[in-house]
């Protein structure tokens, strides 16, 4: 039992590993929050301060610092670079991966683990958040890790009828280290889905008032760490700026992410493919061996909906935001294909593969036809389609394709099609490990191949700009529209002695070295008329390049 239990965790983090590190670096960092993230923790190097989260060498109050610190820890080790700031995620997603297989192998067993590993590994977006640079992959863990270690310690509660306090204490530890990661939003979540297993039970005690003190207390020991030393040190304004913050995410539309209340509905049943047609099926059967089973489905259920009509209600709308659906989402699919693989308890329905059909349909003619753009862009452009200026600019980018990568998406939609044949004619484990190869290799092949051409089209020009500036003493600043890429890309470096964060001083004051501004191109009307002192030096994909010399 041992040897086939370490074997399959062998083959998961053989999976993982394939699927999460290589090639991490090969893209620049994306705007806004990749580049965000990254240059907190680069400033954290460049100051030796470790405790100030900043952004442009000011005070940034919209996210503690925990993440922030792993990525410090990782460009002490690579370097401040693409991979750097990426590597905690790949990393996360290896540890996520073994946690949700020790979970399964506890609810059913290692066949149950195993399944739910790599339905995770391969389902689209879970993969390319552990490709990412974002906060989110370690935040969700943390608060999943938190409900988690709150229901064992229920169930041992009940069980065996005394107080064993151990995995209250890590429920607590890890809803403290959610919190220091992105804030109050994992207590948050974390109280509505007790409160909501609470009242299924008629607001029954189902552990005592001394064991929440005592989770309370643990939390709060993480949690507000960081939010202490900002305090003891004086700087008040940062929790209440923070506090604002997490305020207007809720009620209004942060930063034009606005969109309609299904938005995270149509995010996970598409992008969640292949777990999110098992998962449907799950809402409609029942199949367990004892309560514990049964108790666990129900939190994921709770856990599911709480986080998809929170977000839901939330006005801020990013793709990110329901991505802790993922656990009870992939946990549902994995009960269907257990269901279906293992215990036979349940059949593959007709229904089931026409939307599989029908999802990699869609994301198999999208790649198909995507790399075709690049040989008709000049018909496109000419026909008048593209109503956005800078769009059509971005188009025009010089991107150097291959001619074969199309082959991608008919490979997917042929996979995807032999998957369901299969599991038609009751091969269930081959029609299985077909759907999660094709899956897996589509979002992996896509995101190495697609991703870093994309980038050309939209940000590269810019970024290659930034980059150019890195060893000139100079200052950097954008003009209609906002991104962190100048600041990293730049290497920028404290300001000392100068107004330098004032765009009014670099626009119009004695400045007393170079200047370069960039702007898009649908702002070129206004550089005329409003900005005459600079001075334009290049133009690229969309892009406006300035300069203003020193007075």
Known sequence: MFNETLKLRFIIIVIGTILFFPFLGSVHLFDWDEINFAECAREMIVTGNYTDVQINFLPFWEKPPLFFWMQVISMKIFGINEFAARFPNAVCGLVTLIFIFNIGKKLYNKSFGYIWSLLYASSILPQLYFKSGIIDPWFNLFIFGGIYYFFRHLNQYVDVKEKVNYYLILSGLFIG??????????????????FIAWARLGFAAFTNRWNIVKLGLT???????????EIIHGRWEIIYDFILYQIRLFTTQDAGHGGPFFYHWLVLLFGCFPAVIPMIASLFFRNFENRYQREFK?????????????????????VHYSSLCYFPLTYLGA????????SKAFK??????????FTSLIFG???TILPFIEVYKSDIIQSGIIKDKFAEENLKANVSWMGWEFLIGIFFILAVISAHIILKRKNNWTGFYTLILASGLMTNLTMTLFVPK????????AIEFFKSLKNEDCYIETIGYKSYAYIFYSA?????????????WLLNGNIDKPAYFIAKINEEENLKNYYPQLKEIGRKNGFIFLRREKS
Do not use: R
């Not at 280290?177 to 007790?194: D, H, R």
């Open 365 to 367: 003619l999208a790649i």
């Open 219 to 229: 939390i709060a020991s993480v949690g507000i760490i960081w939010f202490l030393n």
């Open 454 to 461: 994309i980038e050309k089209y939209s940000q590269n020009a």
């Open 348 to 357: 593959w329905k007709s229904w089931m593969s026409f939307w599989s059909l």
């Open 298 to 318: 129900e939190w994921m259920l709770v856990l599911f909906w709480v986080v998809l009509i929170l977000f839901s209600i939330v006005k801020t709308k990013i």
């Open 335 to 342: 009960y269907t294909f257990y269901n279906i693989l293992v």
């Open 177 to 194: 280290m959610g919190i220091l990661t992105k804030g109050p939003v994992a207590l948050l979540v974390f109280g509505l889905v007790i």
């Open 492 to 504: 920028k470096k404290p300001c000392l002695n100068t107004p330098c964060h004032d765009k009014n």
